[in-house]
């Protein structure tokens, strides 16, 4: 399996909403609770890109099957140099190495962009992805207990740093 590793065109946008509004609905890799529009999606990838910072999709035989990107971490000037990232995998391509290539790609495009660390903000629910974050260097700094409610339970918030180097 051959996955091609590019930037984000549009016409990316319709199946970056497919993976988006699928986690949305069944599970708390993100804390929204309703699905996106197509206009809302393309607006919040199209304002990343006009900030400066990437998106990218992982490619396999024409269709899109994942995407990672990062932005600002919080407004302050003095966070201008943490970034938050997040990185999601269509659920017919998990297991396939497709999100360690999509993170790999952010970090190394974060460190020439002379960022001085990354933030995942994680569910604590989601262990893989702990342990995924884990494999590349992240650790964890935080846990905000409590902080999301979403499926009729309160969720808690695990904040991972790498510092890049």
């Known amino acids: 399996m051959e996955i091609k590793l590019r930037s984000y065109k549009t016409e990316d946008t319709q199946d970056i909403l497919a993976v988006i509004n ?6 708390t890799a993100l804390y929204d609770y309703n699905i996106r529009s197509y206009d809302q999606q393309k607006e919040i990838l199209e304002d990343k890109i006009k900030k400066g910072f990437p998106v990218i999709v992982a490619e396999y035989d024409g269709k ?7 932005s600002e971490f919080r407004f302050r000037e003095a966070y201008k140099y943490t970034v938050e990232h997040s990185v999601y995998v269509d659920k017919e391509y998990h297991g396939k190495g497709i999100g360690k290539l999509l993170l790999l790609e952010l970090i190394q495009i974060a460190k ?18 702990v342990e995924f974050h884990e494999k590349y260097g992240f650790k964890t700094v935080g846990i ?3 902080s999301g409610f979403k499926f009729d339970r309160w ?3 695990v904040f991972m740093q790498l510092i890049l180097e």
Do not use: C, P, R
Request: proline residues 0%; hydrophobic residues 40%; without cysteine.
């Open 64 to 70: 899109v099957v994942g995407f990672g990107m990062y």
């Open 112 to 129: 020439k962009q002379n960022l001085h660390t990354m933030i995942a903000v994680i569910d604590s629910e989601n262990q893989s992805s």
């Open 144 to 146: 905000i207990k409590e």
């Open 22 to 27: 699928y986690n949305i609905l069944n599970s």
């Open 155 to 157: 969720l808690h918030s």
